[in-house]
């Protein structure tokens, strides 16, 4: 797994758990995005327009995506970048989907560019299961 000078690994919206082998070779190094404002609508089964209802249905007032650490439970790293929008009065899921969908790709590149700039650093996460 460890090899050929990884130092990142961007799942960029992957749905499914990564198993401890895999966490275990890049500790505090595997990001993901979300869309919502985690810790809020994040879990098992969140994801696509589930996210966006669950949004409207709790009426929130901002929403957006957030760039977290992967561990191993969904959605529950640490956030370590985080785009906010407004949630309008006549929003619907649909519309919410579409604006959260175009700011994702804006926070992710960014997101990376300032880790390969220096200007975001993450704290160093130790495997303590070795």
């Known amino acids: 797994l460890v090899g050929g000078g990884v130092e990142w690994v961007v799942l960029s919206g992957y749905l499914r758990?990564?198993?401890?082998?895999t966490l275990r070779a890049f500790p505090g190094r595997i990001l993901n995005i979300h869309p919502s404002l985690l810790p809020r609508h994040g879990g098992p089964g969140m994801y696509g327009r589930r996210v966006h209802d669950a949004v409207l249905a709790g009426g929130d007032a901002r929403t957006g995506a957030s760039v977290?650490?992967?561990?191993?439970?969904?959605?529950?790293?640490?956030?370590?970048?985080?785009?906010?929008?407004?949630?309008?009065?006549?929003e619907t899921a649909e519309s919410l989907e579409r604006r959260v969908m175009a700011a994702e790709p804006v926070l992710f590149l960014e997101t990376l560019k300032r880790i390969a700039e220096g200007a975001l650093t993450i704290p160093v996460i130790s495997d303590n299961t070795s």
């Open 68 to 90: 977290h650490l992967v561990d191993d439970l969904y959605d529950h790293g640490l956030v370590i970048a985080r785009a906010e929008l407004p949630v309008s009065p006549n």
């Open 17 to 21: 758990k990564l198993g401890p082998r």
